[in-house]
């Protein structure tokens, strides 16, 4: 009976006038948070480069800004704000929590790492548990990915605690592309490195900011040759990688160089 006097103790008589303070404050907070989701993505995505994945990374970094400081402005409103009973509220409340929504509460708090550390940020194209995908949008709770198969798969933020994330740009506005070749040991190595090189530099979607590599390596079922190169905007990677495919094979047949079929396990490495 003490204790549920000194908690009951804790909140201020309600009231209309605090429930109306109450309301607008969380009223405001919706509107607010509601017209950043639509108008940074809207603005992002008439800019490009870095300028446009710094405009969709403001999005949950924004959200989390109004959320605390709702919070704040909601607080005083409802508990009379003293020291004793913050710490009184604050420590039921987090039992509370702890033991009935650990699960929820745990991606809540990778989500909050989430927007402070950045290991992906909207635009970025990540690869979680084989879920490779554009990051779209990067809520409280989970991280929305779309695939290239145009899937929107959300995966929880606490996944951050024990899962690799692969980010293949991070932050950038350009990735790294690979296109494989695998091919019969006889041939021409220095003419067929020089012909891949030539594919990369007259490719519509090439970035001549970037190196262009061909990386050669003797397997014993052939010849493994990986073309490296980078797009002009990430989102270019599957139409730049298919070019330099359909183009690189093309013109290593002109050369009369015959392909390999590279075993599983040797593809699954690289």
């Known amino acids: 009976m003490t204790d549920e006097s000194s908690i009951a103790q804790i909140f201020r008589p309600p009231d209309w006038t605090m429930a109306l303070e109450v309301g607008a404050v969380l009223l405001i907070a919706a509107l607010l948070i509601a017209g950043s989701q639509?108008?940074?993505?809207?603005?992002?995505?008439?800019?490009?480069?870095?300028?446009?994945?710094?405009?969709?990374?403001?999005v949950p970094v924004l959200?989390?800004?109004i959320i605390v400081a709702a919070f704040i402005m909601i607080v005083p409103m409802v508990i009379s704000p003293s020291v004793q009973n913050m710490v009184a509220l604050l420590g039921t409340v987090g039992l509370a929590i702890g033991f009935a929504l650990k699960d929820l509460?745990?991606?809540?708090?990778?989500?909050?790492?989430?927007?402070?550390?950045?290991?992906?940020?909207?635009?970025?194209?990540?690869?979680?548990?084989?879920?490779y995908g554009e990051v779209r949008h990067v809520g409280m709770r989970t991280v929305q990915v779309v695939t290239p198969s145009d899937d929107?798969?959300?995966?929880?933020?606490?996944?951050?605690?024990?899962?690799p994330i692969f980010?293949?740009?991070d932050g950038a506005p350009r990735l790294q592309c690979i296109a494989d070749f695998y091919l019969n040991p006889e041939h021409d190595a220095a003419a067929v490195q020089q012909a891949l090189s030539d594919v990369a530099l007259?490719?519509?979607?090439?970035?001549?900011?970037?190196?262009?590599?061909?990386?050669?390596?003797?397997?014993?079922?052939?010849?493994?040759?990986?073309?490296?190169a980078y797009?002009?905007?990430?989102?270019?990677?599957?139409?730049?990688?298919?070019?330099?495919?359909?183009?690189g094979k093309a013109t290593l047949?002109?050369?009369?160089?015959?392909?390999?079929?590279?075993?599983t396990t040797e593809i699954d490495a690289g």
């Open 105 to 131: 509460v745990s991606s809540l708090i990778a989500g909050v790492v989430a927007v402070g550390e950045m290991p992906y940020r909207n635009g970025d194209w990540i690869k979680v548990d084989g879920i």
């Open 253 to 263: 047949l002109g050369l009369g160089v015959s392909f390999a079929t590279a075993p």
């Open 167 to 169: 980010n293949s740009n």
């Open 202 to 228: 007259s490719s519509a979607f090439l970035h001549f900011g970037q190196p262009i590599a061909v990386v050669v390596r003797e397997k014993p079922w052939g010849t493994w040759y990986r073309l490296k």
């Open 38 to 58: 639509r108008a940074l993505p809207w603005l992002g995505n008439r800019l490009h480069g870095r300028r446009r994945l710094f405009v969709l990374a403001l």
């Open 231 to 247: 797009p002009v905007d990430a989102r270019q990677q599957f139409r730049f990688v298919t070019d330099l495919t359909v183009r």
């Open 63 to 65: 959200r989390l800004l």
């Open 152 to 163: 929107v798969v959300s995966i929880p933020h606490s996944r951050l605690w024990n899962t």
